[in-house]
């Protein structure tokens, strides 16, 4: 990457998106947070930390164009720039896949920490989508996280896991570890969350989500059907037109960013009778 | 479902076709490539090719650049090396 003069120093944080439980949303939201973020001009590289099941790719539609990944930077067999993948659609994005063969032992504490402090030289966010459970690839993910995203669905399986892995972040990290240095910022970010739901009682509200795991809120993202059409077709779901999610998620960065901003329930819109009559689907 | 579906039956792919189409290549390069799933060789590969060219010129690490595009019919492997100004190597 070219470093012109004028250029402003890169501000090298890096975020965690975690949950404890699968299936909530994790690499789903690195996607749509790292191009939000993307989209507002930082610069950002996204970084698969599930080594061995191989999905951010996917998600972000560069499967068919991982050359190296992860794996092999950290063990000298090619360079970082070789390894990151320019996204097509955002030249401020980056995609630093992981390896779809090794296991999870060939993360290092040591790779992993080399390799964060050289994408810091050169990107404003650091997005590391991290593996679902608690163990080695999980624990990497957040080592040297500056903030972290805890992604929880208002269901009781995954708050209970939340309230684990925040209890990890401020025990089992750099930041932790270090005295006199600030602990890692964790905010939630509830996903999947369905109004219509919440108000028949059938849901938990946010409010109860919050008073159970007492940390700030990022966002409340909605059972959306736009997110299964952007994973269909490879693309974030804030680059894939206009939708409930993408909204929720662009307020969402807009906080992570450190701008105030209010927060509100972004529903889907639900179809009428003239749209279902000659309406699109996904 | 609605009135007008047969009209929509013309549309562009809708997107779970483009999904399975994408799982479809991935998954052939994926399995084709056995266990090892994928393109291990292309360390080894770069290596090789920078030793080679090596032989004769001299060229940093970072004057490599790989690039690949699977596609369904085929893949292709781009290397470009970048040849310093000072040519060939003495001797």
Redesign the interface.
Same mark, same amino acid.
């Given at each position: 990457m070219t470093t012109e003069p004028a250029e402003k120093p890169p501000l090298g944080r890096v975020i965690v998106i975690t949950s404890g439980k699968g299936g909530v949303g994790k690499t789903t939201s690195s996607a749509a947070i790292s191009a939000a973020l993307a989209k507002k001009g930082f610069r950002t590289v996204v970084v698969d930390f599930d080594v061995g099941l191989r999905n951010l790719d996917?998600i972000m539609g560069c499967?068919?164009?991982?050359? =190296?990944d992860f794996i092999?930077v950290i063990q000298g067999?090619?360079?970082l720039? &070789?390894a990151l993948i320019k996204d097509k659609r955002l030249d401020t994005l980056s995609i630093l896949p992981t390896s &779809?063969?090794r296991d999870k032992d060939a993360l290092t504490k040591e790779g992993v920490e080399r390799i964060l402090n050289e994408l810091k030289q050169e990107f404003d966010y650091i997005v590391c989508d991290s593996p679902a459970g608690i163990e080695r690839g999980a624990q990497l993910a957040m080592y040297f996280a500056d903030e972290a995203v805890v992604v929880t669905n208002p269901e009781v399986s995954s708050v209970r896991d939340s309230d684990r892995v925040l209890g990890l972040l401020s025990s089992q990290t750099k930041r932790a570890e270090t005295a006199g240095a600030d602990p890692i910022k964790a905010q939630v970010l509830i996903t999947r969350y369905d109004p219509s739901r919440v108000e028949i009682g059938e849901m938990m509200t946010v409010e109860d989500v919050l008073e159970i795991l007492a940390v700030p809120l990022l966002g409340v993202i909605p059972e959306s059907k736009a997110i299964?059409?952007a994973?269909?077709? $490879?693309t974030p779901v804030v680059l894939d037109g206009p939708s409930a999610a993408a909204e929720a998620y662009e307020d969402a960065v807009t906080r992570l960013t450190g701008t105030d901003l209010q927060m509100r329930i972004v529903e889907e819109r639900r179809p009428g009778l003239f749209q279902?009559? =000659? $309406?699109r689907?996904? | 479902m609605s009135l007008f579906d047969f009209i929509r039956k013309q549309r562009p792919l809708k997107s779970a076709q483009t999904a399975k189409d994408r799982l479809q290549i991935l998954l052939a390069h994926e399995r084709s490539s056995g266990s090892t799933g994928g393109a291990d060789y292309l360390p080894m590969l770069q290596r090789d090719i920078v030793a080679a060219i090596r032989k004769y010129v001299e060229i940093g690490d970072k004057d490599v650049e790989v690039r690949m595009e699977r596609g369904d019919q085929m893949s292709s492997l781009e290397i470009n090396i970048e040849l310093p100004k000072t040519a060939t190597k003495a001797e």
């Open positions: 996917m499967e068919r164009r991982v050359v =190296f092999n067999d090619a360079k720039k &070789q &779809q063969t299964l059409r994973s269909n077709v $490879g279902r009559l =000659f $309406g689907s996904a | -």
